[in-house]
């Protein structure tokens, strides 16, 4: 059964830090885009990164590029979100999902929720003082 699994969320001041775990199972991230969404109450889900693990080649989005970084651990088949600098509207529940890589996959376009076949259940980052 394909599966991802996040974790690393929690509650943070600003300017701090966090990193949010991605971890796949039942199938390997080789020649996958995965994506990190997050979506705040109220609003839409939306794309803020992704990487595509055949070359580790990530795209951000404007709201959180110099602030997140995208990495990949090939032997333990997850993806991370290091996430700095947070600010109070980083707040969300963060998911990550995962499709099976094509060539306009993370190139140059804000991920997209349609786009993406397996999704993780989430978990929740608050940035609060």
């Known amino acids: 059964q394909l599966q991802l699994v996040e974790s690393g969320g929690g509650l943070v001041q600003p300017g701090g830090s966090l990193r949010l775990s991605c971890a796949a199972s039942g199938f390997t991230l080789d020649y996958y885009s995965v994506g990190w969404f997050r979506q705040a109450p109220g609003k839409e889900r939306e794309g803020v990164s992704c990487?595509?693990?055949?070359?580790?080649?990530?795209y951000y989005s404007d709201s959180v590029k110099g602030r997140f970084t995208m990495s990949r651990d090939k032997a333990k088949n997850t993806v991370y979100l290091q996430m700095n600098s947070l600010k109070p509207e980083d707040t969300a529940v963060y998911y990550c999902?995962?499709?099976?890589?094509?060539?306009?996959?993370?190139?140059?376009?804000?991920?997209?929720?349609?786009?993406?076949?397996?999704w993780g259940q989430g978990t929740q980052v608050t940035v609060s003082s």
């Open positions: 990487i595509n693990t055949n070359d580790n080649s990530t």
């Open positions: 999902a995962a499709v099976p890589l094509a060539y306009w996959y993370c190139s140059n376009y804000d991920p997209r929720v349609n786009e993406y076949d397996y």
